[in-house]
C-alpha cells in the first residue's frame, strides 16, 4: 500500500545541476528518516544523504558541499538539490523512508523504483 515514486533524474554535463523528488504515498501513519542511495554499476549501494524527521541532515563524504536533501513532512516528501555534478556521480538514485503502515502500525523500509542520473560531457 505504501509507495515511493521518484522524479527529476536525467542526463547532464558535469558542472550542471538537478534535482529530485520522492513523493511517499498510501496508508502511512508516521515517517521517521527519509533519504537517498545511489548504485553504479559494479558498486555496492551507498548512502548520499538522510534527513530525520526533525530535519537534521547527514551526508555522505562524497556529495558533502555540493548536495542538499531537504523534506516536507507535511506532504511526506524529500528531496535532494545536486550541485557541481561528476561523472562519478552518475548512479541509479533510489528513494527511501522508514514508515509506519497506517494499516498494522508497523514500520518498516520502503524503497521507490529508482532515477537515473547520468553525467558525461
Known amino acids: 500500500q505504501v509507495q515511493l515514486v521518484e522524479s527529476g533524474g536525467g542526463l547532464v554535463q558535469p558542472g550542471e545541476s538537478l534535482r529530485l523528488s520522492c513523493a511517499a504515498s498510501?496508508?502511512?501513519?508516521?515517517?521517521?528518516?527519509m533519504g537517498w542511495y545511489r548504485q553504479a554499476p559494479g558498486k555496492q549501494r551507498e548512502l548520499v544523504a538522510v534527513?530525520?524527521?526533525?530535519?537534521?541532515?547527514d551526508y555522505g563524504d562524497s556529495v558533502k558541499g555540493r548536495f542538499t536533501i531537504s523534506r516536507d513532512n507535511a506532504k511526506n516528501t524529500v528531496s535532494l538539490q545536486m550541485n557541481n555534478l561528476k561523472p562519478e556521480d552518475t548512479a541509479v538514485y533510489l528513494c527511501n523512508a522508514y514508515i509506519m503502515s497506517g494499516v498494522d502500525n508497523k514500520w518498516g523500509h520502503y524503497w521507490g523504483q529508482g532515477t537515473q542520473v547520468t553525467v558525461s560531457s
Open positions: 534527513v530525520g524527521q526533525g530535519g537534521s541532515p
Open positions: 498510501g496508508s502511512i501513519f508516521s515517517i521517521s528518516a
